[in-house]
């Protein structure tokens, strides 16, 4: 009979696919030897994300309110996603960032907090939640009501280039507004952007995913063969790309 670790390992290799989130329905399927294995790997999981933050710059308290305040707080970036986003922001220099999805302006907010003075943020959505006056660097965030693929040719014809995009809206329409974005120089060369969500739950590789992380995949898999970017697709929350404009 297989010891307790070995039981462990199989069950990280099977359930390779599934998200941590997804341990806690499996181990109420199965026997109590194996149930016992699932809940110390979801423990394991649950103690990793902690250690992670914990050693992560800490997300200032209006952040933490933003999330709080969130019906479902699974749908804002978090606080790693936050602080990378930032980091990528002040490493190279952005002045100009396009948000496509903006929801309770969590992410906006953390992005326009390390703009410069003079920076700009343009964040878009059919609907919001934000409360941009809540901090001062609000200021630097221009909301756009309407639906995305509007607004994306409206600042086509304004003829903006933006540094740094990150895009957290509608799944479905990924791969829509990659192409749009590349395709009419809306990121300068030399520009980044991030993609959220990107591994979708673990649902991205499934042989018969559903609708959206189908529609993930396309995009990953477009990103992946354009020549036009470098790409990075981190296992970070959710999944984040990270792209590099040539």
């Known amino acids: 009979m297989e010891n307790r ?19 806690q329905f499996l181990s109420e399927k199965v026997d109590q030897e ?12 649950h103690s990793g994300e902690q250690y992670l933050q914990q050693m992560t ?3 200032p308290f209006y952040r933490q309110q ?6 479902a707080q699974s749908m804002v970036s978090g606080q790693l996603v936050a602080q990378l986003l930032q ?11 396009l948000e496509l999805g903006t929801l309770t302006g969590y992410s906006a907010l953390a992005m326009a907090e390390v703009l410069p003075d003079d920076g700009r943020l343009i964040t878009c959505d059919r609907i919001a939640q934000a409360n941009f006056n809540m901090v001062p660097w609000g200021a630097k965030i221009e909301f756009r009501l309407g ?13 903006w280039q ?29 520009g980044i952007l991030c993609a959220d969500n990107t591994l979708f739950r673990g649902e991205v590789w499934q042989l018969k995913p559903s609708a959206i992380p189908l529609a993930i995949d396309e995009f990953n ?26």
Not at 5 to 20: E, F, M, P, R, V
Not at 34 to 45: E, K, P
Not at 87 to 97: C, F, K, M, P, V
Not at 149 to 159: F, P, V, Y
């Open 221 to 246: 898999r477009l990103v992946a063969q354009d020549d036009r970017v470098e790409q990075i697709l981190l296992p970070l929350r959710d999944g984040l790309t990270i792209l590099y404009r040539h």
């Open 87 to 97: 980091l990528l922001i002040r490493i190279s220099g952005a002045r100009t960032i």
């Open 66 to 71: 933003i999330a709080q305040q969130t019906v």
């Open 5 to 23: 670790s070995g039981k462990a390992a199989n069950a990280i290799s099977l359930l390779s696919s599934w998200s941590a989130n997804q341990l």
């Open 162 to 190: 933006f540094d740094f995009v990150f895009l957290d809206a509608d799944k479905r329409n990924y791969s829509n507004y990659f192409r749009t974005i590349i395709d009419h120089n809306l990121l300068r060369s030399g």
């Open 34 to 45: 194996t149930r016992s294995v699932l809940l110390d790997i979801l423990r394991d999981c």
């Open 147 to 159: 639906l995305i693929g509007d607004t994306l040719e409206q600042l086509i014809a304004e003829k």
């Open 57 to 59: 710059t800490k997300q």
